[in-house]
């Protein structure tokens, strides 16, 4: 996929676990992208505000070494977890005890991230909730379904394309899983097709918790067949 508008350089988003980061300049952020294990390839996510040098980590999902290579010498303001399963947060006690970074989860997530990770989480944030840093402000979207507490995060560029990052909730070709529940289903559908389809135009750029990512109108198309389909 080629770089949207306002980017210096190329960027496709295709990373692999054991292979190199890809890296995306904003005007005002720089956004690098790492896949991590191989069994679960999940995505990890390093924003760096361009006025202050302020970074945040979203998603602490394993190989804490990487991710302490990939945050370096400029150490990490916080860290943010898109919602409490297993694969998303185990290097979290782990990057928080190097950084001190403060926590950031979706509140009704809270309980069970620090249940299975020891680790309190110090920012319990809510739908249309705000996460600074430097200059860069997040704003939380929340998203029922795949997990009661499930965030999606918006950086809506002054300079440039919305861009969005969605945890396990939206994906190219689908919603996220909701494990045959069809009420869940129908929740996170709803949530995502109001709050992000609705809301924010074909040329936002989403970043999923796995695989590569994509924009939303090359998904918006599909919303109904996903409603059929069921999943």
């Known amino acids: 996929m080629a770089a949207s508008i306002g980017d210096s350089g190329p960027y ?5 676990p054991g292979g190199p980061p890809d890296t995306r300049e904003l005007a005002g952020l720089i956004i690098t992208k790492l896949a991590v294990d191989k ?8 924003l760096r505000c361009r006025a202050t040098d302020e970074q945040v980590l979203i998603d602490a ?14 150490g990490l303001t916080k860290v943010i977890t898109t919602h409490q399963h297993w694969d998303h947060h185990r290097a979290l006690a782990d990057i928080v005890g190097a950084t001190g970074a403060v926590t950031v989860a979706g509140q009704p997530d809270a309980a069970a991230i620090t249940e299975q990770t020891g680790v309190t989480v110090d920012d319990q944030v809510q739908d249309g909730d705000t996460i600074e840093f430097g200059d860069v402000v997040l704003q939380v979207i929340h998203l029922v379904g ?15 394309t919305p861009h969005l990052w969605t945890g ?49 109108g090359n998904e918006r198309p599909h919303l109904e067949e996903w409603r059929q389909r069921g999943w």
């Open 12 to 16: 496709s988003g295709e990373v692999a």
């Open 39 to 46: 069994e679960m390839s999940n995505n990890c996510y390093l």
């Open 61 to 74: 999902a394993a190989e804490p070494e990487n991710l302490r290579q990939l945050i370096g010498p400029s």
């Open 146 to 160: 795949h997990t009661p507490g499930s965030i999606a995060l918006l950086y809506d560029d002054p300079g440039g």
């Open 168 to 216: 396990d909730c939206l994906f190219p070709g689908g919603v996220g899983n909701t494990f045959g529940d069809k009420d869940a289903f129908r929740s996170l559908l709803d949530d995502v097709s109001t709050k992000i389809f609705d809301r924010l135009p074909d040329e936002t750029w989403f970043y999923p918790g796995h695989g590569n990512d994509s924009v939303l």
